[in-house]
């Protein structure tokens, strides 16, 4: 296991996977943190219930863009251009929960209470990692985005607490994501996700920051009266 | 060392920018209930450029 820490300055002397691997996972950050704006931007903005739900969508796409900023200045500083992720149509993004758009006001609450959550487990992934100046950028995104997870779990629990209709349409919204939730953490027992870990880039294997998330977010949807659903339905990634 | 990306700093100093302005206006919208109509056009002009992606035309 690799146990060294990496400043920009030592970059150059590391090994092809590692630099292919920090590039490649900086890539994806990248394109998930500008896939969510991309998501609800365009419907959510002028169909958000009132003035301030409005308002709060576009302080969440900053704070995403924002994300994405810190992540591209990371990456383009070791010679990895991630710029073409902000033109890149919504069909290729690299994990199917952005491909796509969000039209209803309950899928973009669950889409912060479920998808928002997973982000934040990608960036735990690298916490203590071994790239310094991808460590250093996480504190402030991480808290961000527990505000994306906080909104999106209010939002739920007021359409749940609406009425029939209201809970209804969450938890038709839970079974869209909760699937595509659980296949953003890749496949179990994969051989890359191991090579990440060799090189100190994430802490878990696939499989296990899934188990995580499940034992976090199934007691919070049997709190809410959701039904929990079949976790293998509709996966892609096992 | 490596290589930097040609427009990073630019890319970077763009986009500073760019999230300011839609917390400025967000900021604005929320304080004062008169503005709000105002700064959520703001918002979406701002991030309907965003949205589109062109790059080439921030950084040029």
């Given at each position: 296991m690799f146990t060294d820490k990496i400043e920009l300055k030592d970059?150059?002397?590391?090994?092809?996977?590692?630099?292919?691997?920090?590039?490649?996972?900086?890539?994806?950050?990248?394109?998930?943190?500008?896939?969510?704006?991309?998501?609800?931007?365009?419907?959510?903005?002028?169909a958000a219930p009132n003035k301030l739900e409005q308002l709060i969508v576009a302080r969440t796409a900053a704070e995403e863009i924002d994300h994405f900023r810190k992540i591209a200045r990371v990456a383009g500083d070791i010679?990895?251009?991630?710029?073409?992720?902000?033109?890149?149509?919504?069909?290729?993004?690299?994990v199917d929960a952005f491909r796509g758009v969000i039209d209803t006001w309950e899928d973009h609450a669950v889409f912060g209470f479920l998808i928002d959550r997973v982000g934040r487990y990608q960036l735990e992934e690298f916490y203590d990692c071994s790239y310094l100046p991808l460590q250093r950028i996480l504190p402030d995104i991480v808290n961000e985005e527990l505000g994306h997870i906080e909104h999106g779990y209010n939002k739920t629990k007021e359409l749940?607490?609406?009425?029939?209709?209201?809970?209804?349409?969450?938890?038709r919204a839970v079974d869209f994501w909760y699937v595509r939730a659980l296949d953003m953490f890749g496949r179990s027992g994969s051989k890359r996700a191991e090579r990440y870990r060799y090189w100190g880039l994430k802490r878990r294997a696939n499989e296990q920051a899934r188990q995580d998330y499940l034992n976090e977010v199934n007691p919070i949807l049997e709190e809410l009266g959701l039904k929990i659903p079949d976790p293998l339905k509709g996966r892609h990634f096992l | 060392m490596s290589e930097a990306?040609?427009?990073?700093?630019?890319?970077?100093e763009h986009l500073q920018e760019v999230v300011r302005a839609l917390y400025g206006a967000v900021k604005r919208g929320i304080t004062?209930?008169?503005?709000?109509?105002k700064a959520i056009h703001d918002c979406k002009e701002i991030?309907?450029?965003?949205?589109?992606?062109?790059v080439e035309e921030w950084v040029h």
């Open positions: 970059f150059d002397k590391m090994d092809p996977e590692y630099k292919e691997l920090l590039g490649r996972v900086l890539t994806i950050q990248a394109d998930c943190e500008i896939g969510g704006p991309h998501l609800y931007v365009e419907k959510m903005l002028p010679g990895v251009d991630v710029s073409f992720v902000l033109s890149q149509p919504n069909e290729k993004r690299y749940i607490e609406s009425g029939d209709e209201g809970k209804a349409k969450a938890q | 990306v040609p427009e990073t700093e630019k890319l970077d004062d209930p008169k503005a709000a109509d991030l309907d450029v965003i949205m589109e992606g062109k």
